[in-house]
Every structure is written in structure tokens, then in C-alpha cells.
């Protein structure tokens, strides 16, 4: 596992930990993003 896959899934981890709604994960080779939508 490298280390951007290690980051998702802590990402994904607060994620689930914070019981947002969804985690939206796009990324490129130049950079990776990520958007956290809370849940309403």
C-alpha cells in the first residue's frame, strides 16, 4: 500500500467515525482530492 492509499483510508476511517453522509475521493497523478460532504 502506498502512501496516497494509506491516506484514503484513513480518510475513509473519519469517515466513518464522524458518520458523514458520503466521501467523495477523485484524484489525478499530479494530486489527489478529497471532498467530505457532512451529514444533514
Sequence with gaps: MDLPEK???GIKELAKEYNVQKVVLFGSRARDGVTI???V
Design 37 to 39: 460532504y457532512e451529514k
Design 7 to 9: 491516506i484514503i483510508a
